[in-house]
T-cell receptor, first 111, second 114 residues
């Protein structure tokens, strides 16, 4: 049982480049999330999707866009990467309860 | 303005002793609280949770205590084991808000020494 799968696991971008982080879950969960983790800051919510067809901003949405492609997939796009977006990105999903299940993360470095 | 705070960035404890991790929150709308454990290069994994209608929840070696009046919760690990060495995140949610979003604290790194 794969749970939440994120690709890629590592990525190095140059300032101004764009990329899309992919996330898929196989637990039939309605809600999906993108978080970023920075030292001492915990995990901060970038965007979330409460259900298929809806997306909403979280705490730190600037510089990002998302697409809920279907119930399984939720992608995060950086249109013009900046060094401040160097971070570890986690995708998560949840069903009817509050417990969220996380992917293994994408370590992104913007140089 | 962090709504969930873990004021101790690190904790070192001897194997077999108790680990106590603390978490404070400011948003009175939060009514469900969770603890997550994270190993390096892995995603966080759910550990234990508590609803605001309770003041204690226990699961094996892990117990979470909630003091609503103080807006404070704590995680007790007894006895601590070397495999418990990880970063622990406190998280909170408002069940009335859409999407079951979690707000996380900054984490506490626990080192259990053999």
């Amino acid at each position: 049982n794969a749970g939440v799968t994120q690709t890629p696991k590592f990525q190095v971008l140059k300032t101004g480049q764009s990329m899309t982080l992919q996330c898929a879950q196989d637990m039939n969960h309605n809600s999906m999330y993108w978080y970023r983790q920075d030292p001492g800051m915990g995990l901060r919510l970038i965007y979330y999707s409460a259900s298929e067809g809806t997306t909403d901003k979280g705490e730190v949405p600037n510089g990002y866009n998302v697409s809920r492609l279907n119930k399984r997939e939720f992608s995060l796009r950086l249109e013009s990467a900046a060094p401040s977006q160097t971070s570890v990105y986690f995708c998560a999903s949840s069903g009817t309860g509050f417990e969220a299940f996380f992917g293994q993360g994408t370590r992104l470095t913007v140089v | 303005d962090q709504q969930v705070k873990q004021n101790s960035p690190s904790l070192s404890v001897q194997e077999g002793r108790i680990s106590i991790l603390n978490c404070d929150y400011t948003n009175s709308m939060f009514d469900y609280f969770l603890w997550y454990k994270k190993y390096p290069a892995e995603g966080p994994t759910f550990l234990i949770s508590i609803s605001s209608i309770k003041d204690k929840n226990e699961d094996g070696r892990f117990t979470v205590f909630l003091n609503k009046s103080a807006k404070h919760l704590s995680l007790h690990i007894v006895p601590s084991q070397p495999g418990d060495s990880a970063v622990y995140f406190c998280a909170a949610s408002d069940w009335k808000a859409a999407g079951n979003k979690l707000t996380f604290g900054g984490g506490t790194r626990v080192l259990v020494k053999p």
